[in-house]
C-alpha cells in the first residue's frame, strides 16, 4: 500500500491522538489532518482531499451521518470509514446509505481499522 492520507474526525482529543499513533505505527499512512466536528470535517475533506476520512458518528455541530452525507454528495469517490463505539447494525446501515463505505466499533480498532482502511483504498483505486 502506497502513501495513504487520512483524516480523522472525532470530537474527543484522546480518540483522535490515539488513532493518530496507531497509524503512524503503520508503514504508508499518513494523518494529514483532524476535525472536531462535522462542518470542520466537510471543510477539511474538501480542502485536504484525504483518500481515507475515519468519521465518528456522535459529534457537536454536525453529526457524523450528515457529514457523511454531504461529503459523499461532494466527493462521491471519498472513502469514508465510520469510526464509533455504536455497536448496531441500524447504524452500520444507516452510515451505508450516508455514503460510508466501512464501519468499525472503536472497541475493534486494533484489529479492524487497517484492513479496512486497506479495502476503502483498494476500492478507491480500482
Do not use: W
Not at 502506497?2 to 482529543?13: A, G, Q
Not at 471543510?43 to 451521518?65: C, H, N, R
Amino acid at each position: 500500500m502506497s502513501n495513504v492520507r487520512i483524516l480523522i474526525v472525532d470530537d474527543k482529543p484522546l480518540v483522535r491522538n490515539g488513532l493518530r499513533l496507531f497509524l503512524e505505527l503503520h508503514q504508508g499512512m499518513t494523518v494529514c489532518g483532524e476535525a472536531s466536528d462535522g462542518l470542520e470535517a466537510i471543510k477539511k475533506a474538501f480542502e485536504l482531499k484525504p483518500d481515507v476520512i475515519l468519521l465518528d458518528l456522535s459529534m457537536p455541530t454536525l453529526d457524523g451521518l450528515k457529514a457523511a452525507q454531504l461529503i459523499h454528495q461532494g466527493s462521491p469517490r471519498a472513502e469514508i470509514l465510520i469510526v464509533t463505539s455504536h455497536h448496531s447494525l441500524e447504524a452500520a446501515r444507516l452510515a451505508a446509505e450516508a455514503g460510508a463505505s466501512g464501519y468499525v466499533t472503536k472497541s475493534l480498532v486494533t484489529t479492524d481499522l487497517l484492513p479496512a482502511i486497506e479495502e476503502a483504498v483498494n476500492r478507491h483505486a480500482a
